[in-house]
């Protein structure tokens, strides 16, 4: 988990509302990914960004926007038009594209 | 498509035992695989990668991994387990675009016991 932070670790959220998770990496890496993680099932990739500025839509953003101002944040906003959003939600990031990534400790969020 | 399977859900052995976690693969072009391990409520951790080269692979905390051309497998192995090796672990292979996405296994739960 080091050099990667997510914040905050848990969150709660009523229906209707827009929530910001926080991705914050001070390892110099160009690439930032996030991942949602649901029991049973492997991670889904939902948006990545291979350098600031830019990004890309992974496979399944419906309801997702992100934004990659500075090199070292990646938030990711989960909108409410996102059906089903209570998951865990894990960030990751790589030197560039094609390295190893790594990953924050997540952040847990749960819609009342 | 690309894919990855974890045929078990579950494996239990015994501490000292050996280990074994596995994973087969379906890749257009040459696999760069990954395992992870995740402890509860936190991240994964990256154990090991295969890119090319020698088919056995060494990564953290005495884990290694065989990659199998022919069986399009990669199998997590350790030659003797801990009961702190009790977690889930999840085999990954890089998407052939330029995305670099990885695409996961659905995970398979290590419990080591005593």
């Known amino acids: 988990d080091g050099g990667i932070t997510q914040s905050p670790k848990y969150l709660f959220r009523k229906e209707g509302q827009n929530v910001t998770l926080s991705c914050e990496q001070n390892l110099n890496h160009d690439a930032m990914y996030w991942y949602r993680q649901d029991p049973g099932q492997g991670l889904r990739l939902i948006y990545y960004?291979?350098?600031?500025?830019?990004?890309q839509k992974g496979d399944i953003a419906e309801g997702y926007s992100v934004s990659r101002e500075k090199k070292e944040s990646f938030p990711l906003t989960v909108t409410s038009a996102q059906k089903n959003p209570t998951a865990f939600y894990l960030c990751?990031?790589?030197?560039?594209?094609?390295?190893?990534?790594?990953f924050g400790p997540g952040t847990r969020l749960t819609v009342l | 498509a690309q894919s990855v399977a974890q045929p078990e859900d579950q494996v239990n052995v015994a501490e000292g035992n050996p280990l074994t976690v596995k994973c087969t693969y379906s890749v257009s072009g040459n696999p760069y695989l990954f395992w992870y391990v995740q402890y509860p409520n936190r991240g994964l951790q990256f154990l090991l990668k295969?890119?090319?080269?020698?088919?056995l692979v060494k990564g953290s905390y005495g884990f290694e991994a065989e990659f199998n051309k022919s069986q399009t497998s990669f199998h997590l192995k350790k030659p003797s387990a801990l009961v702190s090796d009790s977690a889930l672990y999840f085999c990954a292979v890089r998407d052939s675009g330029n995305t670099g996405k990885l695409i996961f296994g659905q995970g398979t739960t290590l419990q080591v016991k005593p």
């Open positions: 295969y890119i090319t080269g020698d088919n």
């Open positions: 990751a990031s790589s030197p560039r594209t094609a390295d190893t990534q790594y």
């Open positions: 960004s291979q350098i600031v500025n830019d990004f």
